[in-house]
């Protein structure tokens, strides 16, 4: 991640509450969003909003509708639709915490942030800060999902964090955060179960 | 030396093996370890610190657990990362110790502070371990004691009294038994045979006739411990007592021409007849297979006779008949039934006595009248502060054992009685009597169930220490001795048991039973032996000091050259003191 692609918006605002909000932006820019990864909201005053991309969703409308149940489709109108369509495709974002004043909090923040604030990936150097502040408070927030892949977010999270802490033989920081996966997991069984086999796909 | 010094102050230097997570004092307490298992032995002796309470208790138990029984059920190696598999393990699967907490110290405030002084002050005489009463609180840090914390407990090797009988079994600390609280209560070593039990008890009695706080009587019963002999497994030779303290040790053989191989005994002991009381046959009932008239005509013969008894019966004849003026025949006025007749007791039982007393008047250390009274040597011996081995020699039957044992015992018992009442009586006058030491091997013969009721050695155990006599207990059956006794005995040292009743009479009459079966039942032969009871602070297995060359130079010093035709003189002028 460069600190160009960082100045670039990702999306804007669509809606938010105390503990998630969604971006949206246009499908052309659909390379952008990544699942798993650790994102902010600059707001006005200055403080920043963190959140995982929890989600990205993708929302059909009439036309496409009528354009899949065609026979054939030509590309000039897949390109037309990608480009020109109205709909932007949604990006859920699990709040994780907050910086204000220049310190990084992991609770939530007191405001949710307004529509069409923009969304921003983080540098690498903002995702060490924020990930090795504490003690992996923002786990919590993750741990407490229901009816999402948890276990992939997770990995994900940890796999793209673990990148931006350098070195891959450098283990410190991501054996910390399995020890405290396996510390907040020990009690129940298939969650630490499932958590440990898609880390164990990262090897 | 800076290791001891910082072991001064109370800082230990081991590093934490765990933290105690649950338990009380009734269960013992559960300690989560955070070392590999291997690090630690059941036995180990441990300390937990808790605010300024030092707590002290010993490893009975360690268990495997998992927060989840699938995590345990799993071999998670195969399907994950080596360091996740390591972390998953960490923090799922676990291994706890029981640990029996045993005693506890308050040690004040820390150490240098202000608070510290004031305290100190408060508690001049009161740093000293208490039975346990409380517990150490939740996550209390456990390590393994040290020197200092073993000599906190078990006092410092002094070269005295304070007498090192082994050390720890995982870090090698020396662990000491004060051998003036052995010798206070009546005392037992117990082991199979091969468990090293004869060379613990060596070591013991080399401690106690150098520490020379009391005399040692040694019935001798397998000639083990007075002359030099060969170490049955190793071949090696091990010096007996009597080469080690020359001194200070007599040799005392039973019957004429009994010596101890090698070494001619210091004197031989013969019995006269005299000394022999109805009491002393009765003991030997059940080995003579005497009937249940034994008693009344034992009594007869004694109001008939008085102390000459013995020697009337014996020269008594058995079924001797004359005829009389009628030419019928009757008993011979010198035979039994005669003397049944005339006290009127039934001859048949009289004759039944005297032949199975038999076996006892041809003894050959029984004299009418002996040359030397060797039980007054014997006893003035002791009383001069000297210790004596009685062998046996040929004379190894049960019957010789326990007839001669009780009679002795009997008498210096009576002798030790009568100097402590004169002791009691005049104060000023009359010297304390030196405390005396019994040591009895294969225990079982004189103290089981049936006998314990009429031998001397159950009235000693008893009394405890009323008249400065103790007894040393030394058996391979413990479970054999009458538990009234075995409950008396204060300090029991036990080498490996295999037998399960064994094992349980070694823990009679003690707390935390349960927890130190296990721990004596897998002792190792030879090596380790298990002390508790009254005379130690708490139980505790260790390794058994070895005995060997470096133990008689670790207790009496370097042995002296031999003194060459040069330097004899000048060595000879000098007056050098034997240590012995």
């Avoid at chain 1, 969604?22 to 909201?41: I, S």
């Avoid at chain 2, 130690?536 to 050259?561: A, C, H, N, Q």
Wanted: aromatic residues 8%.
């Amino acid at each position: 991640m460069t600190t160009e692609q960082n100045l670039i918006p990702i999306g804007k605002l669509l809606r938010a509450d105390a503990s998630s909000f969604v971006a949206g932006c246009r499908v052309k820019d659909m390379q952008n969003p990544k699942f798993g990864a650790l994102v902010k909201v600059a707001l006005e005053d200055g403080d920043e909003i963190f959140g995982l991309i929890q989600n990205i969703v993708i929302n059909d409308d009439g036309l496409v509708r009528q354009l899949v149940s065609g026979m054939s489709i030509p590309s000039e109108y897949t390109e037309d639709n990608r480009y020109n369509r109205n709909l932007p495709v949604e990006i859920h974002v699990l709040t994780v915490g907050f910086k204000h004043q220049g310190k990084v909090s992991h609770q939530l923040p007191p405001k949710p942030p307004m529509s069409l604030d923009k969304l921003y990936y983080c540098t690498d150097s903002e995702v060490v800060e924020f990930t090795s502040h504490g003690r992996f408070g923002y786990f919590r927030h993750i741990l407490r999902m229901e009816d999402q892949p948890v276990e992939e977010l997770l990995v994900s999270h940890l796999d793209k964090a673990r990148a931006a802490h350098g070195d891959k033989t450098n283990l410190d920081w991501y054996a910390q955060a399995c020890q405290e996966l396996i510390v907040s997991l020990r009690d129940d069984y298939q969650r630490l179960a499932n958590v440990l086999n898609a880390l164990a796909e990262l090897e | 030396m800076d290791d001891y010094l910082s072991n001064l102050s109370g800082t230990t230097q081991n590093p934490a093996i765990g933290y105690v997570v649950g338990g009380g004092l009734e269960a013992n307490l559960q300690v989560r370890l955070t070392v590999p298992a291997q690090d630690v032995q059941e036995g180990a002796f441990v300390i937990m610190d808790s605010a300024n309470w030092r707590f002290y208790g010993l490893v009975t138990d360690l268990q495997l657990g998992s927060t989840d029984p699938r995590f345990a059920d799993e071999q998670s190696a195969s399907r994950l990362p080596a360091h996740l598999n390591r972390l998953l393990q960490g923090q799922t699967l676990f291994t706890n110790l029981a640990v029996m907490p045993a005693l506890m110290m308050d040690r004040g405030p820390e150490l240098g502070s202000p608070a510290y002084d004031s305290w100190r002050e408060l508690h001049a005489d009161e740093m000293k371990p208490i039975p346990v009463k409380t517990v150490p609180s939740h996550h209390s840090s456990v390590k393994l004691a040290d020197q200092a914390d073993i000599a906190e407990i078990f006092g410092e090797e002094n070269g005295k009294e304070i007498f090192r009988v082994g050390e720890t079994r995982e870090q090698g600390h020396g662990v000491c038994l004060n051998l003036d609280k052995l010798i206070q209560r009546s005392s037992g070593i117990f082991g199979t045979t091969g468990s090293g039990k004869s060379f613990l008890t060596r070591m013991i009695l080399a401690g106690l006739i150098h520490t020379d706080h009391a005399s040692t009587l040694i019935f001798d019963m397998h000639n083990e411990y007075g002359p030099d002999s060969t170490a049955s497994d190793t071949g090696k030779p091990a010096p007996g007592l009597a080469g080690k303290f020359s001194g200070k040790v007599r040799l005392v053989g039973l019957g004429a021409g009994t010596d101890f191989g090698s070494k001619p005994a210091d004197f031989n002991l013969e019995i006269p007849f005299s000394d022999i009381t109805p009491e002393d046959i009765l003991q030997l009932s059940q080995t003579l297979n005497l009937k249940d008239t034994t008693p009344t005509t034992l009594d007869a013969l004694e109001s008939h006779f008085g102390q000459n008894w013995f020697v009337e019966f014996k020269s008594m004849r058995s079924n001797a008949t004359e005829e009389d003026e009628n030419g019928k025949r009757v008993p011979a006025p010198d035979s039994v039934e005669y003397w049944a007749n005339q006290v009127g007791i039934h001859a048949g039982a009289a004759a039944a006595l005297h032949s199975k007393l038999g076996r006892v008047f041809n003894r050959s250390y029984l004299k009418e009248t002996p040359a030397s009274n060797g039980l007054n040597d014997i006893i003035n011996n002791l009383e001069a502060g000297r210790h004596v081995v009685l062998s046996f020699g040929p004379h190894d039957s049960d019957l010789d054992y326990l007839l001669v044992t009780n009679l002795i015992t009997r008498k210096i018992r009576d002798a030790w009685e009568a100097r402590t009442n004169l002791f009691h009586k005049d104060k000023s006058k009359n010297k304390e009597p030196r405390p005396l030491v019994i040591v009895v091997e294969e225990a079982h013969k004189l103290l089981n169930r049936e006998m314990a009721h009429q031998t001397i050695f159950s009235t000693i155990a008893r009394e405890m220490r009323k008249y400065y006599v103790t007894l040393l207990v030394i058996d391979q059956r413990p479970s054999q001795i009458y538990d009234e006794v075995m409950s008396q005995l204060g300090t029991r040292i036990s080498a490996s048991l295999g037998d399960e009743d064994d094992i349980a009479a070694v823990l009679s009459g003690l707390a935390g039973r349960q927890a130190l079966r296990g721990m004596l039942a897998k002792l190792q032969p030879k090596e380790e032996v298990l002390m508790l009871g009254w005379g130690v602070p708490m139980p505790i297995p260790i390794r058994s000091r070895r005995y060997d060359d470096k133990f008689w130079v670790d207790l009496l010093g370097e042995p002296k050259p031999p003194i060459t035709f040069d330097g004899g003189s000048k060595k000879l002028g000098y007056g050098d003191d034997d240590t012995d």
